[in-house]
Antibody, heavy 126, light 107 residues
Framework: QVTLKESGPGILQPSQTLSLTCTFSGFSLSTYGMGVGWIRQPSGKGLEWLANIWWDDDKYYNPSLKNRLTISKDTSNNQAFLKITNVDTADTATYYC??????????????????WGPGTMVTVSS | DIVMTQSPTSMSISVGDRVTMNCKASQNVGSNVDWYQQKTGQSPKLLIYKASNRYTGVPDRFTGSGSGTDFTFTISNMQAEDLAVYYCMQSNSYPPTFGAGTKLELK
């Protein structure tokens, strides 16, 4: 059974660094083809992809956040992490982590977010 | 970035209706589009991947189609539990991008 759960500070002040943890079970980030992604959603608004990390430590970031993001993993403890530096009120959102599943079509991989955590709300306020 | 434009923004529907919504990509994304369902207060749930493939356990009243820039998502026999916001997402190229969503409401 695959489960994921996000944890974070709840509230922080502008210019601080947001540190998020995704603790998961039911899969391993050392398994070929596996990955974890981070997606956020301001209240009442749509979804924004932030970053992906893969089993081989390959990483992808949303360029709109201009080098403020760092994604990492701890395979031994089944955790993935996301840091966002220099936060402001626009970073107020629910942050989700999601497992990246891969389906192979004639050997070519196709990835999607197949399991999501419940999300953690983050408020940036002075 | 590829822009995914969903239409309509919202729909008023009745149980038993056939519901169709659309997603248009700003450039060719092949078949690399997924559809997610998000009920109020819940995290998104994968329904369709690679345009037309139903994810494990998803009822067959949910179908997806399309390729290139135009994609369609259909619920053939709307159930009350299908009330939600539906998002399309392209994964053809980084950064993956979501549409703004189509919200289904009861008439």
């Amino acid at each position: 059974q695959v489960t994921l759960k996000e944890s974070g500070p709840g509230i922080l002040q502008p210019s601080q660094t947001l540190s998020l943890t995704c603790t998961f079970s039911g899969f391993s980030l050392s398994t070929y083809g596996m990955g974890v992604g981070w997606i956020r959603q301001p209240s009442g608004k749509g979804l924004e992809w932030l970053a992906n990390i893969w089993w081989d430590d390959d990483k992808y970031y949303n360029p709109s956040l201009k080098n403020r993001l760092t994604i990492s993993k701890d395979t031994s403890n089944n955790q993935a992490f996301l840091k966002i530096t220099n936060v402001d009120t626009a970073d107020t959102a629910t942050y989700y982590c999601a497992r990246i599943g891969t389906h192979y079509y004639s050997g070519d991989p196709y990835w999607y977010f197949d399991f999501w955590g419940p999300g953690t709300m983050v408020t940036v306020s002075s | 970035d590829i822009v995914m434009t969903q239409s309509p923004t919202s729909m008023s529907i009745s149980v038993g209706d056939r519901v169709t919504m659309n997603c248009k990509a700003s450039q060719n994304v092949g078949s690399n589009v997924d559809w997610y369902q998000q009920k109020t207060g819940q995290s998104p749930k994968l329904l369709i991947y690679k345009a037309s493939n139903r994810y494990t356990g998803v009822p067959d009243r949910f179908t997806g189609s399309g390729s290139g820039t135009d994609f369609t998502f259909t619920i053939s026999n709307m159930q009350a539990e299908d009330l939600a916001v539906y998002y399309c997402m392209q994964s053809n190229s980084y950064p993956p991008t979501f549409g703004a969503g189509t919200k289904l409401e009861l008439k």
